[in-house]
C-alpha cells in the first residue's frame, strides 16, 4: 500500500477545489464613476492633482465597462450560486462578471447581502457546474492545515497558498465598502495561509476539499496574518435565502463606538466600557438611523448602551455579537447611559429595511 503524503493531499485538494473557484471582475460606466468619485480617478503630481485620465486610458471590462475592482467567489450550488465577500459587491450600481475555472464567463446578479458579515451570494445562469463542498468550521482546530484559493491581486487566476489555523474567533475593523465604512467582522478564523487583494470571497478549504471559510481580509504590514470568514455564517444565509428569498437579520440601527480607556478620556465619558452612540463622519450618517427599531425605542446620540439583553457590551461583545443571537419579533432590552442616568428600554428585533445602510 502506497502512503499518501502530505503534498499528494494537497494536489488533491487542489484538483477537487479549483473546478468550483471563479473570478469576479467589478465594472462600472465612466460617466458615472467621473460623477460620482471624481478624485478615485485623479492621480497626484507635482503637489496637485491631475485631472482624470480619459476613458480610453482606463482598463476596461469585456463588456466596455471600466473595471474598478474585483475578487473570487466559490461554487456552492450546481445551478450557479456562487458565495464571495460582501466588500467585493458592494456597488450596487456596478456590473459583475464571474469567469469560472473553464474561463466560461458570465453576468452575474446580487441576490443578497449579509447585513451583518462579510459575505454576499451571486446568481449566474449556469447549470451542472462543480462545486465546492461545505464543511463545519465549528469543528476546526488550531494548526489544522489549510489551502487558500483565488484570484490573487485580481490578476492570478487559480492562486493557491498553504498554511494553517493560526488563531479561532478573532475580531477585527474592515472596510466593507467604497466610502471607507469600517465593520467590525467577528469570530473570524485566522491562518497564516497568503490572502491577497483579489483572492477575497474565494474558499478556505480542509485537506478533505471541504470550505470552512471565505477569505476576508490581510493585515497590511503584517507577515502571514489572513482572516476568513466561518463557513457556517455562510450555511445559515444559504438556508435563509432558500427560505425566504432574502438574508434576514436583527437591525438596532445605530452608529457607535465600543469604548475603551482612551475613548473615555477623550471623550470626557464617566465609563469605558460600552458603546457610545455616534453619527459617522463620512457624509455626517447620523447616529441613529430614521425609522429603526433604536428610533423607536428611543435610543438617542450620545447614549452610551452599557448591556443588550443583559449581555454586557465591550471591546470584545459588540452590539452586533448578540444581536446574532437574537431572533426576530423577540423584544431587546437595551440598558444606556444617558446624562449620568442608566435607563432601560425596550425594542423589538426588526429586520433591516431595504435600502437602509450602515449602522447595528
Known sequence: MVETTYEDKIITTVRKVMPAVASIVVGKDYERIVHERPYELMTQHGGHLDPPPSEEELPH???????????????????GLIVTNKHVVHDPDAEYMVTTAA??????????????????VLKIDADGLPAV????????????????????????????????????????????????????????????????PGNSGGPLVNLRGEAIG???AVVYGAQNIGFAIPINKVLRDLEELKTYGRIRRPFMGVR????????????????ERGAFVLREGVGDRPAVVH?????????READIIVAVNDVPIDEKVGIEDVLEKVTLGDKISVKVLREGREHTLTMAAEERAAGSTGGK
Open 133 to 196: 463542498a461545505l464543511g463545519n468550521s465549528d469543528a476546526i482546530q488550531l494548526g489544522q492545515a489549510v489551502l487558500a484559493v483565488g484570484t490573487a491581486l485580481g490578476e492570478f487566476q487559480n492562486t493557491v497558498s498553504a498554511g494553517i489555523i493560526s488563531g479561532l474567533s478573532r475580531v477585527i475593523s474592515a472596510a466593507v465598502d467604497g466610502d471607507g465604512t469600517n465593520e467590525r467582522l467577528r469570530g473570524l478564523i485566522q491562518t497564516d495561509a497568503a490572502i491577497n
Open 291 to 299: 425609522g429603526s427599531a433604536a428610533e423607536h425605542a428611543g435610543i
Open 214 to 216: 471565505i477569505n476576508a
Open 103 to 120: 474561463e466560461d464567463s458570465y453576468p452575474a446578479r446580487v441576490l443578497a447581502r449579509d447585513p451583518l458579515n462579510d459575505v454576499a
Open 256 to 271: 457607535y463606538l465600543l469604548l475603551n480607556p482612551m475613548l473615555k478620556k477623550r471623550f470626557r465619558l464617566p465609563v
Open 61 to 79: 471590462t469585456a463588456t466596455g465597462k471600466i473595471r474598478i475592482g474585483g475578487g473570487s467567489g466559490f461554487v456552492v450550488d450546481a445551478a
